[in-house]
């Protein structure tokens, strides 16, 4: 038992350890500029999912990958000035120095979630509908529906 | 609450500029519970919004906007914005007349009234994520209209304008980021500064809406499967929302302007290209579109204009075409074609071609006159290349109507399209083109009315003159979804080849 906990503490010790010397390479390589850069591949790899897959129900979800890239992006934007959540208690005074983090982006990509969102359902309708002409729901015989 | 603060009267702009963009949602909301009451309540949007056009040409309204403070929302309704407002209230109203029997319980009006309102934000819209919105407000609406049908085809073709508009605009909205990070703002003028990736994200979105290039290779297919009124809102209407940020993105960075040429002039051409090669008369209408929206972008400042004359002759041909029974163009120049339909399709492509007295003529002349100037280099040369082009691809649509043929038979005149035929003549008398035609009356009319019969003449010349040998040369086809796609990113790459600074 007690070889199992020490075994397991070790084993959390290195974990710690490793992220913290992760998170000290971040430090050193400007952590937000990797952030930055993982988000960028994140929405190239939805983009390559919408173009490569046959499937049109995994085409929409390359988009929603590229849709969650992006909105991460402007949250990772929100939070160069810093982490603490904007919000006002009572009087307080905005400018006192603190590391608020910027609201707009948040408030303006509260807008695309939604829009998101609703394209998404509107998508997936559609796909619905269309699961009936061809329920393997290829890109390419379906493309053949707009041919004359 | 913030809603009424907002509304708390200053006659003098604001209040009223906000109140005429709710009007449409506020409508759609009432016309939703009274389906009785919309098509009085489009008739009261266009009148609206004609107003508002007319107050925008004229100055009468604080020309900017800005709402919520620095950071907010920015609009502006000023002369770039109005002769795209006047369009897009135009074919609203020819859609209108054209359906009045149409059962009102059926959404179709109430999505107009949508597609209304949204296009309104997009064309006044100045801030990047204004446009945004408004953008999908316009691609949402799209997407239902064009799925009314209910059949496959239709909703295939719903489903892929609505995938790729939201995908470029996914794009365009981390473009939208990327000049934030730079700039904190999100105002258009910070462009200017921004890196060139940004401005490629942005402009590989706007492309795609405003019908361009090989971003606008989505057009032909819809316009084909679409019923005749939603493809004449698609070019009339939806096709301005793309184009008004992209005229303002041009005002605003002076850098991009060669290369919104090059692309307007590459869009042209393909445009052209295709359009000489098609058998089919939709999507000849289509490809003519993406080669017009081409010239537009070539002199931005004339644009606007341009787009006017273009959109109400486009919308009024495809509102013609759906009363005729062919559907290709072999059929087409073997049926008979009686006045009440052969006089509008002539007026309506004539104007394309640029004749006067219609409204193509001036859009053409003010084309030339922004050509013209030391830098412009072969531009104008090439113009006028396309422009017998143009006149060609609407000759294979020309044949001389006959008085006797089909009189009682086939369906009744377009009231629709009778409408915007009668804009194209009409709109000379107003504001939007009298001082155009002032100053084209001080330099000369002669010359610009020998030079617009000599290009009427060569595109006819040309038409007449060309290979009938079976089906004139076959293109590939570029309009599979992959295809968009594709072209989608190899624009985007080269885009941003092109801008990195």
Known sequence: ?148 | MPLFSLMSWNPSGSGLTIAWLLLPFLAAFLAALLPRLARPLILLVVASTLAMALAARLGWLPSELLLLGPLGVRLQVDPLASPLLLLAALVSAAVLVEGWGRDPDKPFLLLLLLLQGGIHSAIVASDLISIYVAQEVVGISTFLLLVQGNRAPQLWIGLRYLLIGNSVMLLYLLGAALVYREQSSFALEGLEQSSGIALALLLVALFTKAELFISGLWLPRTNAVAPAAVSALISGGVVCAGLAPLLRIAAAVESVGPLLRWIGLASALLGLVFALAERRVARLLAWSTISQMGMVLLVPAAGGLYALAHGLAKAALFLVSERLPAVSLDAWRAQALPWRHGAPLLLASLSIAGSPPLLGFLAKEQLSVGLAGPQAGLLPIAVLLLSVGTAAVYARLWRLPSNAAMEKEGKPASPGARLLVAALLLLNLTPWALEAWSTLMGQGMTNALLKSAGLLLAGFGLQRLWPKGANGFRLPDLEGFDDLLGGGALMGTALMLLLSR
């Open chain 1, 1 to 148: 038992m007690c070889c199992l906990v020490s075994k397991k503490s070790i084993v959390g010790f290195l974990n710690i350890r490793l992220v913290c010397e992760f998170m000290a390479i971040l430090d050193a390589i400007d952590g937000f500029r990797v952030m930055e850069g993982l988000l960028l591949l994140t929405v190239f790899t939805g983009f390559v999912g919408l173009l490569l897959r046959r499937n049109l129900f995994l085409k929409v979800m390359g988009m929603d990958v590229m849709g969650t890239g992006v909105i991460s992006f402007f949250v990772l934007v929100a939070a160069r000035s810093g982490f603490r959540t904007p919000i006002l208690d009572g009087n307080a005074v905005v400018l006192d120095g603190r590391d608020w983090a910027d609201p707009i982006p948040q408030a303006v990509i509260l807008t695309a979630v939604v829009i998101g969102l609703s394209i998404q359902a509107l998508l997936l309708v559609a796909i619905t509908r269309l699961a009936s002409v061809d329920p393997s729901l290829d890109g390419v015989q379906l493309d053949q529906l707009g041919r004359d």
